[in-house]
């Protein structure tokens, strides 16, 4: 069994002067929210596998917080550009090419609408649009993550902070 988990970035400050897209950070608000989903997903999962962050600070920022609820040293977290500036189908399909066989589990964090966009590819049944810090773990019946298609993935859990805190 191959489990993708997408995780969205918390809630980011607004847009400012001088701040790039990429440098915009979580408000409080935004860590809070974060840390606290992270921890009702590790009462579910206890092992997120391999985490792969969106290159913008405040994706970074998510799975900064997340692994340390997890016990994982952020020199584990692997940075792809790809995911902030065109995750679409064929891309994500290339980034789990990389993945080695041995992780059955990938944990993505980035953005929408890229996120609610790849989840309802690859779910049987539709999924709704991803919140800030929202969380759809998709779990494929597969052995390698090249078996992956399209609509083949049951939801084995969606989590939205405004249901589950």
């Given at each position: 069994?191959?489990?993708?988990?997408?995780?969205?970035?918390?809630?980011?400050?607004?847009?400012l002067?001088?701040?790039?897209?990429?440098?915009?950070?979580?408000?409080?608000?935004?860590?809070?929210?974060?840390?606290?989903?992270?921890?009702?997903?590790?009462?579910?999962?206890?092992?997120?596998?391999?985490?792969?962050?969106?290159?913008?600070?405040?994706?970074?920022?998510?799975?900064?917080?997340?692994?340390?609820e997890?016990?994982?040293?952020?020199?584990?977290?692997?940075?792809?550009?790809?995911?902030?500036?065109?995750?679409?189908?064929?891309?994500?399909?290339?980034?789990?090419?990389?993945?080695?066989?041995?992780?059955?589990?990938?944990?993505?964090?980035?953005?929408?609408?890229?996120?609610?966009?790849?989840?309802?590819?690859?779910?049987?049944?539709?999924?709704?649009?991803?919140?800030?810090?929202?969380?759809?773990?998709l779990?494929?019946?597969?052995?390698?993550?090249?078996?992956?298609?399209?609509?083949?993935a049951?939801?084995?859990?969606?989590?939205?902070?405004?249901?589950?805190?």
């Open positions: 069994m191959k489990r993708i988990i997408f995780f969205r970035h918390g809630k980011a400050e607004d847009p002067d001088g701040i790039s897209d990429l440098e915009r950070s979580l408000t409080l608000k935004g860590k809070v929210i974060t840390r606290q989903m992270a921890q009702k997903l590790k009462e579910k999962i206890k092992d997120p596998g391999m985490l792969i962050t969106s290159p913008a600070f405040r994706a970074y920022e998510t799975a900064f917080v997340f692994a340390g997890y016990g994982i040293s952020a020199e584990k977290i692997k940075i792809c550009n790809n995911i902030y500036f065109r995750l679409d189908e064929k891309t994500i399909m290339d980034i789990l090419k990389l993945v080695d066989e041995k992780t059955d589990t990938v944990t993505l964090f980035g953005h929408n609408p890229s996120f609610t966009t790849l989840s309802g590819f690859f779910c049987k049944e539709s999924c709704d649009v991803v919140p800030k810090s929202g969380i759809v773990c779990k494929f019946g597969v052995s390698t993550w090249s078996e992956i298609k399209p609509s083949s049951d939801a084995e859990l969606i989590m939205k902070p405004k249901k589950v805190l």
